[in-house]
Nanobody, 121 residues
Framework: QVQLVESGGGLVQPGGSLRLSCAAS?????MGWFRQAPGKEREFVAG??????DYADSVKGRFTISGDNAKNTVYLQMNSLKPEDTAVYLC???????????????????WGQGTQVTVSS
């Protein structure tokens, strides 16, 4: 059974930075981050395979996803944060290897509980 535990959320001022972590127990393949703001649909933020990362257009150049295979952990470094980045951020994992990142939540088999990120002055 795969379990994903996110950490690192919090309150930050516009222009600030946060780093989210997602520790996975159990066997995972590709991993990704999604977010859901109040009243909005869940949306893809970033994903990583063992080839290349991929990002939503809204976060390109500001967010960086990376992984530590030894720790079975994936990170999301978020810089130049904006109020519109405010959301619950969820870690997701696929159990089957794919060569490209999926933007679709239905392709992910396991989800964490989420961590709140609030960007406000």
């Amino acid at each position: 059974q795969v379990q994903l535990v996110e950490s690192g959320g919090g309150l930050v001022q516009p222009g600030g930075s946060l780093r989210l972590s997602c520790a996975a127990s159990g066997r995972t393949a590709n991993m990704g981050w999604f977010r859901q703001a109040p009243g909005k649909e869940r949306e893809f933020v970033a994903g990583i395979t063992w080839t290349l990362p991929d990002y939503a257009d809204s976060v390109k150049g500001r967010f960086t996803i990376s992984g530590d295979n030894a720790k079975n952990t994936v990170y999301l470094q978020m810089n130049s944060l904006k109020p519109e980045d405010t959301a619950v951020y969820l870690c997701a994992a696929r159990t089957h290897v794919a060569y490209s990142v999926s933007y679709y939540q239905d392709d992910y088999d396991h989800w964490g509980q989420g961590t709140q990120v609030t960007v406000s002055s």
